[in-house]
């Protein structure tokens, strides 16, 4: 199988990423610099753990692309023995990054897939966990003159993971300016910059290792001392639901083509520049710039979202190392519970009235489900933690329910 985010290295280091999220938020607390919300902290978790399953399911045609032209096409220049191969795919890799990256910044229809990694209104690692669900679409293709020179697939592949696997670091504001670095690579103060939503720093930085590209094709930009970053998306998303953030702009690209009575409009809306409008779907929206979206939790509720997290990395942290132990059926059952459970919490976590007793309706239908149907082996780590976590919900959510009926919330 050869996928542009399938590396095993990705799936080895994703431990050590939540260790390090941790990390980050103590010494936050420690230095009295917290940069986390547990609102925002739990969506950008959700999102990373959901964005894993179409690499797992292995969606689109990229595959049998990439094997087709390897086999066909493959000017076969570079053999995987060679450390000059591993070098040279590398910085190649890294530059088809740096065209990926920046047309989906400049392309509707390609924002529409990279879009939810911005949307986070906080620049931590957490930040960074947010990535697309819908880029298996068509990313790929900015790839493919890697598979024509002769790129063997398992060097693409282990490259592929190194190069996102060190993008991780650089979503911190814990980490300040680092002389000369920054003029070779990515960091944290220049990756920043790339997150920010203010006019003067949108746009720009989009190499994933070397900021090189980016001084070199003019989409360099540097921190300006007297303007802070302001972080998110220019039309914030303005909601915790993890399948709303992956098809937010898909939605308002689709409403604009129906709504607009120009006919070229009607197909240019998909592949305009991502501010573009058509004219007769324009309307003026009164944002507040520095505002983030925030909505309160009690106490009981912050401990519930808390084991949330715990509970849905252990479930899914336990499905990767042993993915060929179960069928293609059982992978996609799987993730019909995660994102459920997922989407179930964004609920809670917004303060709907019905969330406690739908996650608790949902625990109950999906133990039903596999038991009953037998829709998972319970032989299986991954099937035992579920069934756990589903019990704790169980537990937990009623008893919610029975506080929330007694003491109800209200939305703000």
Known sequence: MVQTDASSIIFYAIPAFFILILIEFLYGLWIGKNTYRLNDAYTSISIGIISRYPTILNFGFQSVIFVYISSKFNL????????????????????????????????????ATHSVHHHGEEYNLATALRQTSTGWLWKWVFYLPMMLVGVPAEVFISVAGVN?????????????????????????????IHHAKNKEYIDANYGGVFIIWDRIFGTYIPRIDNI?????????????????????????????????????????????????????????????????????????????????VIMLILVSGSLYPFISYHSYDQLLFFAFVIIAMNYLNSLFISNNSYASILILISSIGITYLIYDFEMLNVAHLSTKLLISYLVINILLSGALTSLRSLNPIRTG
Not at 76 to 86: F, G, N
Not at 231 to 241: A, D, I, K, Q, R
């Open 76 to 111: 076969e220049l570079m053999p995987a023995s060679s450390v000059l191969t591993w070098i040279i795919a590398f910085l190649l890799y890294d530059l088809s990054y740096y065209w990926m990256h920046r047309m989906h910044h400049e392309i509707k229809i390609l924002w």
């Open 228 to 308: 802070k970053p302001v972080y998110g998306t220019v039309t914030p998303l303005n909601s915790w639901n993890p399948i709303w953030a992956n098809f937010q702009i898909f939605s308002n690209m689709l409403s604009d083509s129906i709504k607009t009575k120009n006919l070229k409009d009607k197909v240019r809306v998909w592949f305009s520049k991502t501010y573009w409008r058509p004219k007769d779907c324009y309307t003026e929206k009164n944002n507040n710039f520095d505002t983030k979206f925030d909505t309160t939790l009690t106490s009981s509720s912050k401990i519930f979202i808390f084991i949330q």
């Open 164 to 192: 996102l696997v060190y993008q991780f670091w650089v979503h911190t504001e814990h980490i300040g300016h680092l002389g000369f670095l920054e003029k070779i690579f990515i960091t944290p103060m220049n990756h920043s």
